[in-house]
C-alpha cells in the first residue's frame, strides 16, 4: 500500500489540514483534506466576482498560459513530477506511457494554438464584446459569450485532460472548482499550483479550485451541486461517476457529459492489395489498438475487415490478424506497453477462443501482453464489451451493412482505411450515432480544438447573452397591433 497527501487549493489558498484517508482504485491509498469541512468554501461567493475576469484581454490570458506552459515542464516542475509519481500507483497505465503524457503536456499552451481553439469553437471576437448584426425583422443584436460557475469531473487517464480542464476555463473566463480523480489525484493540483506561483494575484488563479471528494459523497455534493453555486457540470468518464451527477440537474445547473464511448475501425478490401500495404494497414491498425495501452474510448476494439467470409476471406482476415499482433507488441514503449492491469475474465474468455478454432483464430494473449482475436464467421466475440488490456477483436464480413448495424450512439471514434471509403460511409454512419471519423492509424492522436463526443465543450460552456435593440419604425410594434388592424384592442 502506497499513500501520498492531496491537498486541496481554494483559488490560491493551499489546504493540507484535516487529512482523512481515501482509497483508490488500485493498491493504494491516500489522504486529503476532509472535503465535509471545507465544501463551503470551494464555491464563488457572488457571480458578481466573476466581473475581475472582465478587466483583463483575451490577450493577458494567452499571456499568463503560455507562461503556464513553460513553467509546466518536466524536467524541472516539482509539482508536475509529484503528480507523475501519484500516477504511478494509481493509474493503470505504465510509466512510460504516463510519462509521454507530461513531457507533451506543455504543448497544450502553445499560443497560437490556444488562440485557434478559442476562434473555431467560439470566436475570439464573441469573447472579448458585444459582436453586432442586424436581422431580417430590423432589430439589432449585439451577442457575447460569457463564462459561467463550473464544476469540472475529469477523467483520470493521463495529464492532458487536467491541462485542457485548465486551459478550457480560462480561455472562456469563467470559474471553476476540479474534483480531482482518484487514478490522476494531483495534475490538476500541480497545474493550479503552478499558476499560483507565476501570477499568484491573476483572475484566472483566484478562479481556481482543486480538490478531491469520493464521487457520490451526498454530504459534499448535497451542498455543492446546487444552481445558486453552479451553473454547468463538465463531466468526462464512466457511466456512474457521470450517472450519479444526473440527480443534481435542475433548471439553471446544466450537464456536460463526455461521457464513455465505445470506438471501431473499419478496413476495406483495398488493405489487400499488396503486401506492402497489408503491412502498412497492420501498422496503423496496431497503433489505433495499443497507444496508450487501449485505455481511452478513441482505442480501436473491433475492427470490421471487409475481407470476405469465404475460405479466401478468412485467410485474409487471419493474415491481417497475425501482423497486428506482431506490430502492436513492437510499439515504442512511449506509446504502448505490456498492460500493468489485466482483466482476469477477459483473459479466461481468451484462453476459451484459443480452444475452438472453428470459430476463433487467437494471436498472442499468452503472457497477458496483449492479444488479437480472429473471428472465423461475420460476429464479434461475445465478450467484446470486455475488450481492453491490448486486446481487438478482427471480424470478417463480406458487406458493409454488417458494420452498419454495430455503429450507434455509443460510437464515439471510426477509423477507416482507405479515404475513399471513409468518404463514403461518413455521411450514413453519422444518421447512426457515429461522432468522429479518422484516418486509419490516428484514433488516438486527439487534437483538442476540434468537435468531442459530437459536441462543442468550449461553446457549451459559455452563456451566450443577447442585447437587443428595436426601433418602432423597423421592428413591428406589437403595442401599435390595435391601430394597424383598423380596429381596438
Known amino acids: 500500500m ?92 505504465s510509466e512510460s506511457i504516463l510519462r509521454t503524457g507530461y513531457v507533451a503536456l506543455p504543448a497544450m499552451f502553445n499560443r497560437e494554438q490556444m488562440r485557434e481553439l478559442a476562434d473555431m469553437q467560439v470566436g475570439i471576437d464573441y469573447l472579448e464584446g458585444w459582436v453586432p448584426q442586424t436581422l431580417i425583422d430590423g432589430r439589432e443584436i449585439k451577442v457575447r459569450a460569457f463564462g459561467a460557475r463550473t464544476l469540472h469531473i475529469p477523467a483520470g487517464n493521463g495529464g492532458l485532460v487536467a491541462g485542457i480542464t485548465v486551459l478550457r476555463t480560462a480561455l ?27 501570477a499568484p ?66 478496413i476495406g478490401p483495398e488493405a489487400f492489395d499488396s503486401e506492402e500495404t497489408l503491412l502498412e494497414v497492420a501498422q496503423r491498425a496496431a497503433c489505433d489498438i495499443g497507444a496508450g495501452n487501449q485505455e481511452g474510448c478513441v482505442n480501436a476494439r473491433v475492427i470490421y475487415v471487409l475481407s470476405g467470409t469465404d475460405g479466401t476471406g478468412l485467410e485474409r482476415a487471419n493474415r491481417l490478424g497475425e501482423l497486428v499482433y506482431e506490430a502492436m507488441v513492437n510499439l515504442p514503449d512511449f506509446i504502448s506497453t ?56 478482427i471480424v470478417p464480413v463480406d458487406s458493409i451493412d454488417k458494420v452498419t448495424d454495430a455503429v450507434n450512439a455509443y460510437t464515439q471514434t471510426i477509423g477507416i482505411y482507405p479515404e475513399s471509403l471513409k468518404t463514403r460511409l461518413r455521411d450514413r454512419l453519422a444518421l447512426f450515432g457515429a461522432q468522429r471519423f479518422v484516418s486509419l492509424g490516428y484514433a488516438a492522436s486527439v487534437n483538442f480544438e476540434i468537435p468531442q463526443d459530437a459536441i462543442e465543450p468550449v461553446r457549451r460552456m459559455c452563456k451566450w447573452i443577447v442585447d437587443e435593440h428595436c426601433e418602432p419604425d423597423r421592428v413591428f410594434p406589437l403595442w401599435r397591433a390595435p391601430e394597424l388592424l383598423g380596429g381596438s384592442a
Open 338 to 393: 505490456t498492460p500493468k492491469v489485466v482483466n482476469k475474465t477477459l483473459l479466461e474468455n481468451i484462453e476459451g477462443s484459443r480452444l475452438t478454432e472453428d470459430w476463433y483464430r487467437v494471436f498472442g494473449g499468452e503472457n497477458a501482453e496483449g492479444a488479437i482475436v480472429v473471428s472465423q464467421l461475420d460476429e464479434p466475440v461475445h465478450y467484446s464489451t470486455m475488450l481492453s488490456g491490448r486486446v481487438a477483436n
Open 172 to 198: 472562456t473566463r469563467s470559474d471553476a472548482i476540479i474534483k480531482a480523480p482518484s487514478n490522476d489525484p494531483l495534475t490538476a493540483m500541480a497545474i493550479a499550483r503552478t499558476l499560483n506561483d507565476i
Open 2 to 93: 502506497t499513500e501520498f497527501t492531496v491537498p486541496l487549493f481554494i483559488r490560491g489558498d493551499l489546504i493540507t489540514d484535516d487529512l482523512v484517508p481515501f482509497a483508490g482504485r488500485l493498491d493504494h491509498t491516500f489522504t486529503a483534506p476532509d472535503p465535509a469541512k471545507y465544501v463551503e468554501r470551494l464555491p464563488l461567493r457572488s457571480p458578481a466576482d466573476l466581473a475581475d475576469l472582465y478587466d483583463v484581454t483575451f490577450d493577458e490570458i494567452l499571456d499568463v498560459l503560455t507562461e503556464l506552459g513553460t513553467a509546466l515542464a518536466f524536467d524541472t516542475n516539482v509539482y508536475i513530477q509529484e503528480a507523475f509519481e501519484a500516477c504511478l500507483v494509481s493509474n493503470p497505465m
Open 201 to 266: 494575484d491573476h483572475p484566472i488563479t483566484r478562479h481556481l479550485a482543486v480538490g478531491y471528494w469520493k464521487g457520490g459523497d451526498e454530504a459534499v455534493e448535497e451542498q455543492l451541486y446546487r444552481p445558486e453555486h453552479i451553473e454547468k457540470i463538465v463531466a468526462w468518464g464512466g457511466l456512474a461517476s457521470v450517472k450519479h451527477v444526473t440527480r443534481y440537474i435542475q433548471p439553471g445547473l446544466e450537464l456536460i457529459a463526455l461521457d464513455p464511448k465505445r470506438s471501431a475501425t473499419i
